[in-house]
Protein backbone atom coordinates (compact mmCIF):
# COMPACT_ATOMS: atom_id res chain seq x y z
CA UNK A 1 0.00 0.00 0.00
CA UNK A 2 2.86 2.24 0.78
CA UNK A 3 4.15 1.89 -2.98
CA UNK A 4 0.79 2.80 -4.38
CA UNK A 5 0.53 5.83 -2.66
CA UNK A 6 3.67 6.63 -2.55
CA UNK A 7 4.51 7.52 1.03
CA UNK A 8 8.52 6.19 2.27
CA UNK A 9 9.06 3.92 4.92
CA UNK A 10 9.00 5.47 8.61
CA UNK A 11 12.95 5.09 9.40
CA UNK A 12 12.16 7.03 12.40
CA UNK A 13 15.70 8.23 13.60
CA UNK A 14 17.02 4.69 12.58
CA UNK A 15 20.02 5.02 10.00
CA UNK A 16 18.23 5.10 6.39
CA UNK A 17 20.29 2.07 4.94
CA UNK A 18 22.16 2.87 1.42
CA UNK A 19 19.24 1.43 -1.10
CA UNK A 20 16.43 3.35 0.24
CA UNK A 21 18.70 6.81 -0.23
CA UNK A 22 17.30 8.44 -3.22
CA UNK A 23 17.95 12.23 -3.39
CA UNK A 24 20.67 13.19 -6.17
CA UNK A 25 22.33 16.26 -6.37
CA UNK A 26 20.11 17.50 -8.77
CA UNK A 27 17.13 16.38 -6.06
CA UNK A 28 19.11 18.03 -2.76
CA UNK A 29 19.92 20.98 -5.21
CA UNK A 30 16.53 21.65 -6.29
CA UNK A 31 15.10 20.83 -2.31
CA UNK A 32 17.33 23.57 -0.87
CA UNK A 33 17.30 26.36 -3.73
CA UNK A 34 13.77 25.93 -3.51
CA UNK A 35 13.79 26.33 0.39
CA UNK A 36 15.83 28.95 -0.09
CA UNK A 37 12.82 31.02 -2.02
CA UNK A 38 10.93 32.79 0.76
CA UNK A 39 9.33 36.12 1.80
CA UNK A 40 11.09 35.92 5.17
CA UNK A 41 14.29 35.97 3.08
CA UNK A 42 13.24 38.69 1.55
CA UNK A 43 12.20 40.47 5.04
CA UNK A 44 15.93 39.93 6.41
CA UNK A 45 17.47 41.76 3.43
CA UNK A 46 15.08 44.74 4.64
CA UNK A 47 17.08 44.73 7.76
CA UNK A 48 20.22 45.80 6.21
CA UNK A 49 19.28 48.96 4.29
CA UNK A 50 19.42 51.89 5.20
CA UNK A 51 21.40 50.97 7.97
CA UNK A 52 23.68 49.78 5.45
CA UNK A 53 24.52 51.23 1.75
CA UNK A 54 23.81 48.81 -0.82
CA UNK A 55 27.05 48.08 -1.68
CA UNK A 56 27.77 47.24 1.71
CA UNK A 57 24.66 45.36 2.19
CA UNK A 58 25.13 43.47 -0.80
CA UNK A 59 29.03 42.51 0.55
CA UNK A 60 27.46 41.46 3.72
CA UNK A 61 24.88 39.03 1.99
CA UNK A 62 27.75 37.46 -0.09
CA UNK A 63 30.31 36.90 3.13
CA UNK A 64 27.13 35.86 5.17
CA UNK A 65 26.09 33.42 2.48
CA UNK A 66 29.20 31.71 1.94
CA UNK A 67 29.77 31.21 5.72
CA UNK A 68 26.26 29.99 6.34
CA UNK A 69 25.78 27.46 3.55
CA UNK A 70 29.43 26.13 4.19
CA UNK A 71 28.57 25.12 7.69
CA UNK A 72 24.97 24.16 6.42
CA UNK A 73 26.80 21.67 3.79
CA UNK A 74 29.24 20.70 6.54
CA UNK A 75 26.77 19.17 8.70
CA UNK A 76 24.79 17.88 5.91
CA UNK A 77 27.72 15.53 5.02
CA UNK A 78 27.96 14.32 8.36
CA UNK A 79 24.43 13.39 7.91
CA UNK A 80 25.24 11.71 4.51
CA UNK A 81 28.02 9.72 6.22
CA UNK A 82 25.59 7.82 9.36
CA UNK A 83 22.36 8.08 7.87
CA UNK A 84 20.99 9.69 10.65
CA UNK A 85 18.72 13.02 11.81
CA UNK A 86 20.42 15.94 13.08
CA UNK A 87 19.28 15.49 16.56
CA UNK A 88 20.62 11.82 16.78
CA UNK A 89 24.42 13.75 15.53
CA UNK A 90 24.19 15.71 18.99
CA UNK A 91 24.03 12.20 21.13
CA UNK A 92 27.92 11.41 20.20
CA UNK A 93 28.55 14.85 21.36
CA UNK A 94 26.04 16.12 24.23
CA UNK A 95 25.56 12.24 25.44
CA UNK A 96 21.96 10.42 24.61
CA UNK A 97 19.88 11.98 27.29
CA UNK A 98 22.24 15.44 26.42
CA UNK A 99 20.81 15.21 23.12
CA UNK A 100 17.16 15.89 24.56
CA UNK A 101 18.48 19.91 25.11
CA UNK A 102 19.20 21.00 21.43
CA UNK A 103 15.82 18.77 20.63
CA UNK A 104 13.98 20.75 22.85
CA UNK A 105 15.19 23.86 21.55
CA UNK A 106 14.72 23.18 17.50
CA UNK A 107 11.35 21.58 17.86
CA UNK A 108 10.59 25.27 19.41
CA UNK A 109 12.35 27.31 16.55
CA UNK A 110 10.96 24.78 14.46
CA UNK A 111 7.11 25.45 15.07
CA UNK A 112 8.42 29.14 15.31
CA UNK A 113 9.50 29.27 11.59
CA UNK A 114 6.56 27.14 10.46
CA UNK A 115 4.41 29.74 12.21
CA UNK A 116 5.92 32.56 10.46
CA UNK A 117 5.39 31.17 7.27
CA UNK A 118 1.88 30.40 7.70
CA UNK A 119 1.70 33.70 8.64
CA UNK A 120 3.48 35.46 5.76
CA UNK A 121 1.19 32.90 3.56
CA UNK A 122 -2.11 33.46 4.73
CA UNK A 123 -1.11 37.54 4.77
CA UNK A 124 -0.30 37.02 0.62
CA UNK A 125 -3.47 35.15 0.10
CA UNK A 126 -5.60 37.61 2.08
CA UNK A 127 -4.26 40.49 -0.10
CA UNK A 128 -5.15 38.42 -3.28
CA UNK A 129 -8.57 37.32 -2.45
CA UNK A 130 -9.03 41.49 -1.12
CA UNK A 131 -7.87 42.76 -4.76
CA UNK A 132 -9.08 39.58 -7.00
CA UNK A 133 -12.94 39.03 -4.97
CA UNK A 134 -12.92 42.00 -2.42
CA UNK A 135 -13.05 38.85 0.04
CA UNK A 136 -11.00 39.40 3.08
CA UNK A 137 -10.69 35.75 4.67
CA UNK A 138 -6.87 35.63 7.03
CA UNK A 139 -8.39 32.86 9.09
CA UNK A 140 -9.70 30.93 6.58
CA UNK A 141 -6.21 30.96 4.64
CA UNK A 142 -4.56 29.96 8.07
CA UNK A 143 -6.33 27.01 8.23
CA UNK A 144 -6.22 26.25 4.25
CA UNK A 145 -2.29 26.09 4.32
CA UNK A 146 -1.79 24.90 8.10
CA UNK A 147 -3.75 21.53 6.72
CA UNK A 148 -2.33 21.53 3.55
CA UNK A 149 2.01 21.92 4.61
CA UNK A 150 0.94 19.04 7.34
CA UNK A 151 -0.13 17.09 4.60
CA UNK A 152 2.77 17.75 2.74
CA UNK A 153 5.06 16.76 6.39
CA UNK A 154 3.03 13.76 6.12
CA UNK A 155 4.05 12.68 2.59
CA UNK A 156 7.90 13.42 3.85
CA UNK A 157 10.87 14.81 1.53
CA UNK A 158 11.73 12.25 -0.99
CA UNK A 159 7.61 12.27 -2.39
CA UNK A 160 7.53 16.42 -1.91
CA UNK A 161 10.91 16.59 -3.81
CA UNK A 162 10.28 14.36 -6.89
CA UNK A 163 6.34 15.09 -7.10
CA UNK A 164 5.89 18.36 -6.57
CA UNK A 165 9.35 20.53 -6.29
CA UNK A 166 11.06 19.22 -9.67
CA UNK A 167 8.23 18.91 -11.54
CA UNK A 168 6.81 21.88 -11.07
CA UNK A 169 7.23 24.37 -8.00
CA UNK A 170 11.31 24.97 -9.04
CA UNK A 171 10.42 25.69 -12.76
CA UNK A 172 7.31 28.23 -11.42
CA UNK A 173 9.99 29.92 -9.03
CA UNK A 174 12.50 30.49 -11.38
CA UNK A 175 10.82 32.10 -13.64
CA UNK A 176 9.04 34.17 -11.36
CA UNK A 177 12.77 35.11 -10.04
CA UNK A 178 14.01 36.42 -13.26
CA UNK A 179 10.79 38.46 -13.48
CA UNK A 180 10.85 39.90 -10.36
CA UNK A 181 14.86 40.33 -10.52
CA UNK A 182 13.94 42.25 -14.14
CA UNK A 183 10.70 44.48 -12.85
CA UNK A 184 12.95 45.51 -9.80
CA UNK A 185 16.00 46.58 -11.59
CA UNK A 186 13.40 48.39 -14.04
CA UNK A 187 11.63 49.95 -11.89
CA UNK A 188 13.88 51.76 -9.86
CA UNK A 189 17.32 53.54 -10.25
CA UNK A 190 19.77 51.15 -8.99
CA UNK A 191 22.49 53.14 -9.64
CA UNK A 192 21.24 55.78 -7.36
CA UNK A 193 20.32 53.35 -4.79
CA UNK A 194 24.33 52.92 -5.07
CA UNK A 195 25.08 56.35 -4.63
CA UNK A 196 22.61 56.30 -1.24
CA UNK A 197 24.74 56.19 2.25
CA UNK A 198 24.24 54.05 5.17
CA UNK A 199 23.29 55.69 8.20
CA UNK A 200 24.88 53.87 10.48
CA UNK A 201 22.69 51.90 12.10
CA UNK A 202 23.26 48.24 10.93
CA UNK A 203 27.03 47.71 11.51
CA UNK A 204 28.87 45.10 8.59
CA UNK A 205 29.30 42.40 10.86
CA UNK A 206 26.18 41.99 12.72
CA UNK A 207 24.89 42.23 9.11
CA UNK A 208 26.61 39.40 8.10
CA UNK A 209 25.14 37.34 11.40
CA UNK A 210 21.61 38.14 9.69
CA UNK A 211 22.82 36.85 6.63
CA UNK A 212 24.75 34.17 7.83
CA UNK A 213 21.85 32.54 10.66
CA UNK A 214 19.65 31.84 8.06
CA UNK A 215 21.29 28.60 6.78
CA UNK A 216 22.12 27.94 10.10
CA UNK A 217 18.67 27.72 11.46
CA UNK A 218 18.11 25.10 8.92
CA UNK A 219 21.43 23.24 10.53
CA UNK A 220 19.24 21.34 13.21
CA UNK A 221 17.51 20.13 10.54
CA UNK A 222 19.84 18.68 7.59
CA UNK A 223 20.67 15.66 8.14
CA UNK A 224 17.03 14.98 8.44
CA UNK A 225 17.32 15.44 4.48
CA UNK A 226 21.18 14.52 4.22
CA UNK A 227 20.63 10.86 5.10
CA UNK A 228 18.12 10.51 2.04
CA UNK A 229 21.37 11.54 -0.15
CA UNK A 230 22.69 9.18 -2.70
CA UNK A 231 26.10 10.14 -1.47
CA UNK A 232 28.38 12.81 0.47
CA UNK A 233 28.93 15.00 -2.75
CA UNK A 234 25.24 15.32 -3.45
CA UNK A 235 24.84 15.69 -0.01
CA UNK A 236 27.32 18.76 0.72
CA UNK A 237 27.30 20.48 -3.01
CA UNK A 238 23.45 20.01 -3.62
CA UNK A 239 22.79 21.24 0.11
CA UNK A 240 25.06 24.03 0.36
CA UNK A 241 25.13 25.38 -3.13
CA UNK A 242 21.18 24.94 -3.69
CA UNK A 243 20.61 27.48 -0.62
CA UNK A 244 23.44 29.61 -1.60
CA UNK A 245 21.52 30.22 -4.71
CA UNK A 246 18.38 31.48 -3.89
CA UNK A 247 19.66 32.77 -0.40
CA UNK A 248 22.08 35.58 -2.16
CA UNK A 249 19.45 36.21 -4.80
CA UNK A 250 16.28 36.81 -2.35
CA UNK A 251 18.42 38.75 0.70
CA UNK A 252 19.57 40.97 -2.10
CA UNK A 253 16.02 41.56 -3.51
CA UNK A 254 14.63 42.77 -0.02
CA UNK A 255 17.66 44.76 0.09
CA UNK A 256 16.68 46.83 -2.99
CA UNK A 257 13.05 46.75 -2.15
CA UNK A 258 13.67 48.03 1.19
CA UNK A 259 15.41 50.53 0.00
CA UNK A 260 13.90 51.19 -3.19
CA UNK A 261 10.33 51.33 -1.95
CA UNK A 262 11.68 52.34 1.60
CA UNK A 263 9.43 49.72 2.94
CA UNK A 264 10.24 49.31 6.42
CA UNK A 265 9.34 45.94 8.44
CA UNK A 266 5.63 46.58 10.70
CA UNK A 267 5.28 43.15 12.68
CA UNK A 268 1.86 44.50 13.70
CA UNK A 269 0.53 45.48 10.41
CA UNK A 270 -2.23 43.00 8.96
CA UNK A 271 -0.57 42.56 5.54
CA UNK A 272 3.26 43.03 5.04
CA UNK A 273 4.49 45.99 3.47
CA UNK A 274 6.87 43.15 1.38
CA UNK A 275 4.09 41.54 -0.04
CA UNK A 276 2.10 45.29 -1.13
CA UNK A 277 5.45 46.39 -2.87
CA UNK A 278 5.76 42.93 -4.27
CA UNK A 279 2.04 43.63 -5.65
CA UNK A 280 2.95 46.82 -7.07
CA UNK A 281 5.69 45.77 -9.19
CA UNK A 282 4.84 45.30 -13.10
CA UNK A 283 2.99 41.35 -12.87
CA UNK A 284 3.92 41.92 -9.07
CA UNK A 285 -0.11 40.20 -8.49
CA UNK A 286 1.12 37.18 -10.57
CA UNK A 287 4.62 36.93 -8.83
CA UNK A 288 2.98 36.91 -5.99
CA UNK A 289 0.78 33.84 -6.03
CA UNK A 290 3.71 32.12 -7.23
CA UNK A 291 5.99 32.75 -4.98
CA UNK A 292 3.08 32.41 -2.29
CA UNK A 293 2.84 28.75 -3.91
CA UNK A 294 6.58 28.25 -2.89
CA UNK A 295 6.54 29.48 0.26
CA UNK A 296 4.46 25.89 1.58
CA UNK A 297 7.84 24.41 0.87
CA UNK A 298 9.87 26.01 4.13
CA UNK A 299 6.38 25.57 6.24
CA UNK A 300 6.32 21.40 4.83
CA UNK A 301 10.31 21.48 6.05
CA UNK A 302 9.45 22.77 9.11
CA UNK A 303 6.65 20.39 10.58
CA UNK A 304 8.60 17.42 9.10
CA UNK A 305 11.51 18.40 10.90
CA UNK A 306 9.45 18.65 14.49
CA UNK A 307 8.31 15.00 14.01
CA UNK A 308 11.63 13.98 13.49
CA UNK A 309 13.35 15.61 15.78
CA UNK A 310 10.86 14.90 18.24
CA UNK A 311 11.49 11.18 17.74
CA UNK A 312 14.87 11.80 19.08
CA UNK A 313 12.99 11.84 22.85
CA UNK A 314 9.96 10.00 22.00
CA UNK A 315 10.81 7.43 19.35
CA UNK A 316 7.48 5.12 19.43
CA UNK A 317 5.89 7.60 17.94
CA UNK A 318 5.11 7.64 14.38
CA UNK A 319 6.96 10.79 12.43
CA UNK A 320 3.19 11.39 10.42
CA UNK A 321 1.55 11.66 13.59
CA UNK A 322 3.21 13.81 15.04
CA UNK A 323 3.30 15.84 11.91
CA UNK A 324 -0.61 16.08 12.51
CA UNK A 325 -0.25 17.40 15.88
CA UNK A 326 2.51 19.90 15.09
CA UNK A 327 0.42 21.13 12.29
CA UNK A 328 -2.64 21.74 14.27
CA UNK A 329 -0.52 23.54 17.15
CA UNK A 330 0.62 25.84 14.08
CA UNK A 331 -2.59 26.50 12.65
CA UNK A 332 -3.44 27.67 16.49
CA UNK A 333 -0.55 29.72 16.40
CA UNK A 334 -0.62 31.41 13.40
CA UNK A 335 -4.32 31.99 14.19
CA UNK A 336 -3.42 34.24 17.23
CA UNK A 337 0.23 35.26 17.20
CA UNK A 338 1.80 38.70 15.46
CA UNK A 339 4.78 37.91 13.61
CA UNK A 340 6.57 40.31 16.24
CA UNK A 341 10.48 40.61 17.16
CA UNK A 342 11.89 38.60 13.81
CA UNK A 343 15.32 39.93 14.31
CA UNK A 344 15.68 38.64 17.70
CA UNK A 345 14.33 35.65 16.93
CA UNK A 346 17.02 34.55 14.69
CA UNK A 347 19.91 36.11 16.78
CA UNK A 348 18.69 33.93 19.25
CA UNK A 349 18.84 31.15 16.68
CA UNK A 350 22.38 31.80 16.01
CA UNK A 351 23.29 31.97 19.60
CA UNK A 352 22.17 28.99 20.40
CA UNK A 353 23.30 26.18 17.41
CA UNK A 354 26.59 28.25 15.99
CA UNK A 355 28.51 27.65 18.86
CA UNK A 356 26.80 24.13 19.04
CA UNK A 357 27.84 23.56 15.02
CA UNK A 358 31.54 24.34 16.08
CA UNK A 359 31.24 21.56 19.17
CA UNK A 360 29.41 19.03 16.61
CA UNK A 361 32.50 20.03 14.00
CA UNK A 362 35.52 19.35 16.03
CA UNK A 363 33.54 16.05 17.55
CA UNK A 364 33.15 14.38 14.32
CA UNK A 365 35.66 15.91 11.73
CA UNK A 366 39.11 15.93 14.33
CA UNK A 367 38.34 13.50 17.75
CA UNK A 368 36.68 11.12 16.08
CA UNK A 369 37.60 10.74 12.39
CA UNK A 370 34.57 11.08 10.87
CA UNK A 371 33.40 8.15 12.79
CA UNK A 372 30.51 7.30 14.45
CA UNK A 373 29.64 3.85 15.96
CA UNK A 374 25.74 3.80 14.82
CA UNK A 375 24.70 0.82 17.81
CA UNK A 376 26.04 3.31 20.22
CA UNK A 377 23.80 5.61 19.44
CA UNK A 378 21.16 4.37 20.53
CA UNK A 379 22.44 2.06 23.35
CA UNK A 380 21.88 3.26 27.11
CA UNK A 381 25.30 2.63 28.79
CA UNK A 382 27.42 2.98 25.41
CA UNK A 383 30.00 4.65 24.57
CA UNK A 384 27.97 7.68 24.26
CA UNK A 385 26.60 7.54 27.33
CA UNK A 386 29.03 9.82 29.69
CA UNK A 387 27.61 10.45 33.10
CA UNK A 388 24.28 9.41 32.94
CA UNK A 389 23.46 10.37 29.51
CA UNK A 390 25.21 13.30 29.65
CA UNK A 391 28.46 15.06 28.11
CA UNK A 392 29.10 17.85 30.52
CA UNK A 393 32.45 19.06 29.20
CA UNK A 394 30.34 19.78 26.21
CA UNK A 395 27.73 21.23 27.60
CA UNK A 396 29.41 23.66 29.59
CA UNK A 397 31.25 24.82 26.35
CA UNK A 398 28.05 24.85 24.18
CA UNK A 399 26.45 27.10 27.42
CA UNK A 400 29.64 29.58 27.00
CA UNK A 401 29.58 30.06 23.63
CA UNK A 402 25.91 30.57 23.68
CA UNK A 403 26.72 33.35 26.26
CA UNK A 404 29.61 34.76 24.06
CA UNK A 405 27.28 35.02 20.94
CA UNK A 406 24.71 37.39 22.73
CA UNK A 407 27.72 39.20 24.46
CA UNK A 408 29.10 40.54 21.03
CA UNK A 409 26.03 40.78 19.15
CA UNK A 410 23.26 41.00 21.54
CA UNK A 411 19.54 41.23 21.39
CA UNK A 412 18.78 44.80 19.17
CA UNK A 413 15.44 44.92 19.17
CA UNK A 414 15.03 43.59 22.92
CA UNK A 415 17.08 46.31 23.60
CA UNK A 416 19.88 44.21 24.69
CA UNK A 417 23.01 45.94 23.07
CA UNK A 418 25.86 43.83 22.07
CA UNK A 419 29.66 44.41 23.41
CA UNK A 420 30.98 44.14 20.02
CA UNK A 421 28.27 43.58 17.14
CA UNK A 422 30.72 45.60 14.62
CA UNK A 423 32.79 42.02 15.17
CA UNK A 424 29.87 39.59 14.10
CA UNK A 425 29.23 37.15 16.39
CA UNK A 426 29.04 34.10 14.00
CA UNK A 427 32.26 33.38 13.29
CA UNK A 428 33.87 34.05 17.01
CA UNK A 429 31.29 31.75 18.87
CA UNK A 430 32.00 28.81 15.76
CA UNK A 431 35.57 29.01 15.93
CA UNK A 432 34.46 29.26 20.09
CA UNK A 433 32.89 25.78 20.01
CA UNK A 434 35.08 24.13 17.50
CA UNK A 435 38.62 24.96 19.15
CA UNK A 436 37.45 24.64 22.47
CA UNK A 437 36.22 21.40 22.39
CA UNK A 438 38.89 20.02 20.18
CA UNK A 439 41.49 21.03 22.75
CA UNK A 440 39.66 19.64 25.88
CA UNK A 441 38.86 16.21 23.99
CA UNK A 442 42.37 15.82 22.92
CA UNK A 443 43.73 16.53 26.98
CA UNK A 444 40.63 14.10 27.96
CA UNK A 445 41.90 11.70 25.79
CA UNK A 446 46.05 12.16 26.53
CA UNK A 447 44.61 11.29 29.96
CA UNK A 448 42.79 8.06 29.40
CA UNK A 449 45.94 7.08 27.17
CA UNK A 450 48.33 7.51 30.38
CA UNK A 451 45.94 6.09 32.67
CA UNK A 452 46.05 2.89 30.30
CA UNK A 453 49.32 2.80 30.29
CA UNK A 454 50.05 2.99 34.00
CA UNK A 455 47.97 0.20 34.46
Do not use: C
Not at 191 to 217: C, N, Q, Y
Not at 220 to 237: G, H, K
Not at 385 to 398: C, L, P, Q, R, S
Request: charged fraction near 10%; charge should be neutral; aromatic fraction near 12%.
Amino acid sequence: MTDIIGLPRDHGIKPVPSGERRLTFVDTFVLWADLGVSFLVMVVGMFLVPGLSLAGALAAILVGAIIGNFLLGLVATIGSDTGVPTMVLFRPVLGLRGSYAPTVLNVLQLVGWATFEVIVMAQAATLLSQRLFGVDSYLGWVVFFSVLTTLMAMGGPVLVVKQWMEKFAVWAVLITMLWLTIAVLSTYDVGALFAKRGTGEMSFWLAVDLVAVMPISWVPLVADYSRLATSRRAAFLGTGFGYFVSHIWFYALGALLGLSAAVTFDPNAPISPLLAAIAGLTAGWGALLILLVAETDEAFANIYSAAVSTQNIVMRLGQRALAGIFGAVVLVLAAAVPMVQYESFLLLIGSVFVPLLGILAADYFLLRSRLYIAEGLYRVGGQYWYTGGINWTAMGVWLVGFVLYLVIAGLPQLGLAGLAPWLGATLPSFLFGFLVYAALGWRIASRKERSVVRQ
